[in-house]
């Protein structure tokens, strides 16, 4: 489902909430349908609402378990751990019976964040080869719609479909990318949920007692608190009623001069029904699809926080902490993209908000477990935030769960990350780890051009490009007018040109050896 279709069907996702228990017949949310896909090798939970007391039987293959709705009309079962095997069929039976057809069992991912995980095929690179090739019946796809709450919602509107050239396009990019090279890799169908919903910021998708928990997210709750009371909906519909006359005389006044038209006044929007509004994101579509069993997550976002980098460092492993003590899967795995290069290339070394929150989603491997992450700063565009190649986004971050969750043996997970920094005279030695796998082992520049992209200072803090050589497995670098070293920065910008890769062609992930005060500490507001 493309974007607009999205956003236009959100709007009957407020009265798409399903009260328990208010007929006799068994009921499930959309999550379950025909050509979904079950997580194979761990329990499978399966639960819907009936009337209270009401017996209710569920089978699948040679599996046939029952349970009683409780008091809320409430059921659940949980299918003992399957294996891949032929499609097969859902049954669920009450005083009514659904029947759920060509059911996989393989491996499902959830695939959540801003517009650059909402990016569609469609808006990629090659959209017509793609959907050419999009016949992949052991693929399967789940979107949710946009939609907003202010608590925890029970359902969503969806439903799976089958991948065809006809249903892909709509399709986040970086999803079935990432999807597709799991498929075609470890042989076993994949299902994609795609939760996704552009320009939103990381607390939208984190529950609200996750946030309230950590001091330095509270404020953002705050911030919003003091904006639900203060708007006034009369006064709203008032100040847009003026502002539209207003408009109407502007228009007609343009058209009689032959200007241009001014663009139509928008009416303040009820700020609990905004997307940015902290946990609705999280209540509306992301609490509807736990606890379906899945083995994990991709995310693409940091954009809208960009701003508040620093604060990143704490909210993104709370974001991730809400969503796996939601599903009671444990630690499962999560994988971010860390930002892309965009805006303006800087002639000098300096700071950037959009490094800092690069280093915050960095700094979410070490703050919380079985977090990865795909670096992608060498395919991004200076005046471009979404840019075209999903395809690498993709890959990249299937590689990271191919070698951690998989165990797939060979495959080079990452490009070289900062590890330890020596001083040694005028000179700073820079060592990494992941330098790539068997004989795509080593450090080399892109084709072997110049390496750029490392800045230097001393005590003055006064950055400077150095000069920098790769030596093994180290890069060495210097300044003449730099003779006391203190710290290194590599791709600290937000749009660096620095080329330093490994043998398998991934890009080194920017870092900095210093801990200097940066241009996002102590922003803690939206």
């Given at each position: 489902m493309n974007m607009p279709q999205r956003s236009i069907l959100a709007l009957l996702t407020a009265i798409f909430v399903i009260p328990a228990a208010a007929n006799a017949e068994v009921r499930m949310p959309t999550i379950f349908g025909s050509h979904m896909v079950l997580q194979r090798d761990i329990e499978a939970p399966v639960w819907?609402?009936?009337?209270?007391?009401e017996e209710v039987s569920v089978s699948f293959r040679d599996q046939a378990l029952s349970t009683t709705a409780g008091a809320d009309g409430k059921w659940m079962v949980r299918l003992a751990p399957l294996s891949v095997g032929d499609p097969g069929v859902l049954e669920v039976k009450g005083t009514n019976t659904l029947t759920f057809e060509d059911v996989l069992v393989g491996e499902v991912w959830v695939c959540s964040g801003q517009s650059n995980m909402e990016w569609s095929i469609d808006a990629s690179f090659d959209p017509e080869l793609e959907r050419l090739a999009g016949n992949q019946p052991g693929i399967r796809l789940f979107g949710v719609d946009h939609a907003t709450a202010m608590e925890p919602q029970q359902d969503c509107p969806g439903r799976w479909q089958l991948c065809t050239p006809e249903t892909l396009g709509g399709f986040s990019a970086v999803g079935y990318f990432f999807g597709r090279q799991l498929h075609e890799t470890l042989q076993v169908p994949v299902g994609l949920l795609a939760t996704d919903w552009g320009g939103t910021p990381a607390e939208s998708w984190t529950s609200h007692d996750h946030?309230?928990?950590?001091a330095e997210l509270q404020p953002i709750q705050a911030t919003w608190a003091e904006r639900v009371a203060a708007y006034n909906p009369d006064k709203a519909r008032s100040d847009y009623e003026t502002a539209l006359a207003a408009w109407e005389d502007q228009v007609a006044a343009a058209r009689a001069e032959g200007r241009p038209?001014?663009?139509?006044?928008?009416?303040a929007q009820d700020p609990t029904q905004h997307p940015h509004h902290p946990s609705v994101l999280y209540n509306a579509m992301i609490a509807p699809i736990v606890p379906f069993a899945i083995r994990g997550a991709i995310w693409y976002q940091g954009e809208s926080n960009a701003g508040r980098a620093y604060q990143y460092r704490t909210l993104m492993p709370t974001m991730i902490q809400s969503w796996r003590d939601a599903w009671g899967q444990s630690d499962f795995p999560f994988y971010q993209v860390q930002l892309a290069n965009?805006?303006?290339?800087?002639?000098?070394?300096?700071?950037s908000a959009w490094a800092e929150l690069?280093?915050?989603?960095?700094?979410?491997?070490?703050?919380?477990?079985?977090?990865?992450?795909?670096?992608?700063?060498?395919i991004g565009s200076a005046t471009d935030i979404h840019p075209k190649d999903k395809y690498n986004v993709g890959r990249r971050l299937a590689r990271a769960a191919l070698v951690e969750v998989y165990e797939v043996a060979g495959i080079t997970k990452y490009g070289p990350t900062y590890r330890s920094l020596d001083i040694v005279g005028?000179?700073?030695?820079?060592?990494?780890d992941n330098l790539g796998e068997g004989g795509l082992r080593g450090l080399i520049s892109y084709y072997n051009e110049p390496l750029t992209g490392f800045a230097i200072a001393g005590a003055d803090h006064k950055w400077v490009w150095g000069n920098a050589r790769i030596e093994g497995e180290t890069v060495i670098v210097s300044h003449p007018d730099v003779p006391e070293p203190l710290a290194v920065r590599y791709n600290w910008a937000d749009n660096p040109q620095g080329n330093l890769y490994n043998q398998a062609y991934l890009p080194a992930w920017p870092f900095r050896t210093d801990d200097w005060t940066g241009v996002t500490e102590g922003k803690l507001t939206p």
């Open positions: 819907g609402w009936a009337d209270p007391s946030l309230a928990a950590h038209e001014p663009g139509r006044p928008q009416m965009f805006l303006q290339i800087q002639p000098e070394p300096g700071d690069r280093e915050a989603q960095a700094l979410t491997l070490d703050a919380i477990p079985n977090v990865g992450m795909a670096c992608i700063i060498d005028s000179d700073c030695v820079i060592h990494f």
